[in-house]
């Protein structure tokens, strides 16, 4: 067991691994200089929204925090719950803020050119992003992979950098600001959220469901709080699927009412406006 000097001073471990503190600092500093000097110097637009990037500042912020805060130190060394949490945060709640937070404005030039559009538009796709976020979440729960990625720190860079650029592309047909490539009309995002709800059922099902810890690294690693590894294992799971579930649940409520609701209104609303960042 953890001793209780540990345990209490837990919350007072804040490690900035260099590649997420300069990775965050470049990323803050490149979209202030955006929306800031370069708008005003190329004349990209009149304005722009505060509210825009308050939701990308706290997207980097709290990717910075859960790869730099106690959180991060708890997943890489004692509990599969935290790690489930982190993922959490890192592709269920920053990506969405970082894309609704970028002004339309500001990425659409990169889009104007035919062959980057065509590429994107692709990725972009959405079973093409419903595929490749899956496939990169699930992969990396794959028990080897995973002891990698606890084992070598290049390996978990790897594994999170992937997680948050597979993650920016399955929200963008929920999330998009650009008429270039926009967001799903509200039938269809319905349909899109139903499949994601679903697609991390059978990793959930492995994880909560086994009958003995599956990740050995939580099994060696010191126990903390009188949790065990195969309670651990099942709160991650838990984590994991309640994370996603009930938010992407909750987000087909929304567009539901809001498809629902189009008819019954006075003003016009464009039925491409999607369910985050609508204006």
């Not at 837990?10 to 800031?36: D, K, M, N, S």
Request: glycine share 4%; aromatic share 14%; proline share 6%.
């Amino acid at each position: 067991m953890v001793s209780s000097n540990l345990s209490d001073s837990l919350w007072l471990h804040w490690h900035a691994h260099p590649e997420v503190l300069i990775g965050t600092i470049l990323i803050q500093t490149a979209y202030l200089l955006g929306v800031g000097p370069i708008r005003g110097k190329f004349n990209l637009s009149d304005s722009h929204a505060p509210q825009q990037t308050f939701y990308f500042s706290t997207g980097v912020l709290l990717i910075f925090l859960s790869l730099s805060s106690p959180l991060h130190i708890l997943s890489d060394d004692y509990l599969f719950s935290a790690h489930m949490l982190q993922h959490v945060i890192i592709t269920l709640i920053s990506p969405p803020l970082l894309i609704i937070g970028t002004p339309n404005w500001l990425i659409e030039p990169i889009f104007r050119n035919k062959l980057i559009l065509k590429i994107f538009k692709l990725i972009f796709n959405p079973i093409v992003a419903i595929i490749l976020f899956n496939f990169v979440f699930s992969i990396w729960h794959i028990p080897s992979l995973y002891a990698l990625s606890v084992k070598y720190h290049w390996a978990h860079v790897t594994e999170h950098f992937l997680f948050v650029i597979a993650a920016l592309i399955m929200w963008w047909p929920l999330c998009s600001q650009i008429t270039y490539i926009p967001k799903l009309i509200y039938p269809l995002q319905m349909m899109y959220l139903f499949v994601m709800s679903l697609a991390q059922v059978i990793v959930f099902g492995i994880v909560t469901f086994a009958s003995d810890p599956i990740y050995s690294h939580y099994v060696d690693a010191p126990r903390i709080w009188n949790i065990n590894p195969l309670v651990d294992q099942q709160i991650g799971g838990i984590i994991m699927k309640v994370g996603s579930g009930f938010l992407f649940l909750a987000l087909l409520i929304i567009a539901f009412f809001k498809w629902a609701n189009i008819s019954e209104q006075n003003e016009h609303i464009d039925p491409k406006n999607g369910i985050i960042g609508d204006s």
